[in-house]
């Protein structure tokens, strides 16, 4: 299901591998079908709601779509990150998610640095933003790190962006 080897698109971090969901990957975590790769509380349910989206969004198994977040030293796959591809207008939507197992280790900001850099590489991209509650401090410290300003707030949601350095004066 999950093999702990690197692809040649994967994104190599200080600590962690961020690859491509695979279909069997995502018919595995629907299915209730575990991997030895996976840490013992992955899937998530943010996870499977992500796999069973793929049916209807199949770029998001594409280069710029969702990554499984695998643990380097251990092989391990301890969440998923992605961006909600095709953009629009120019934005691009980021989600994230690290498995309670894994949190506090600065894991999801470390991805969420390396996804977004990643983006700015696509001639289609020159924002990324991410929606999260605003209840949820961890969350909103993770995008505060990986270089995101809140751009708006509306009830209990707030949205951070960030723009690539080519349009940052725009």
């Given at each position: 299901m999950s093999s702990a080897s690197p692809a040649p698109d994967d994104l190599i971090t200080e600590?962690?591998?961020?690859?491509?969901?695979?279909?069997?990957?995502?018919?595995?975590?629907?299915?209730?079908?575990?991997?030895?790769?996976?840490?013992?509380?992955?899937?998530?349910?943010?996870?499977?709601?992500?796999?069973?989206?793929?049916?209807?969004?199949?770029?998001?198994?594409?280069?710029?779509?969702?990554?499984?977040?695998?643990?380097?030293?251990?092989?391990?796959?301890?969440?998923?990150?992605?961006?909600?591809?095709?953009?629009?207008?120019?934005?691009?939507e980021l989600g994230y998610g690290i498995v309670?197992?894994?949190?506090?280790?600065?894991?999801?900001?470390?991805?969420?640095?390396a996804l977004t850099a990643f983006a700015f590489t696509s001639s289609e991209v020159h924002t990324v933003s991410a929606g999260v509650d605003v209840s949820n401090t961890s969350s909103v410290r993770v995008l505060e790190k990986a270089g995101f300003r809140r751009w708006a707030t509306e009830e209990h949601t707030a949205t951070f962006r960030r723009r690539s350095p080519d349009h940052s004066q725009r």
């Open positions: 600590r962690l591998a961020l690859r491509a969901w695979t279909a069997g990957e995502a018919t595995a975590v629907l299915d209730g079908v575990r991997s030895s790769h996976w840490a013992g509380d992955f899937p998530a349910e943010g996870d499977r709601v992500i796999a069973g989206l793929f049916g209807r969004n199949p770029a998001w198994l594409g280069v710029y779509g969702h990554r499984l977040v695998i643990e380097r030293g251990s092989g391990s796959v301890v969440g998923s990150i992605g961006l909600f591809w095709p953009p629009a207008e120019g934005i691009v309670p197992s894994r949190r506090g280790r600065g894991y999801a900001t470390e991805a969420a640095q």
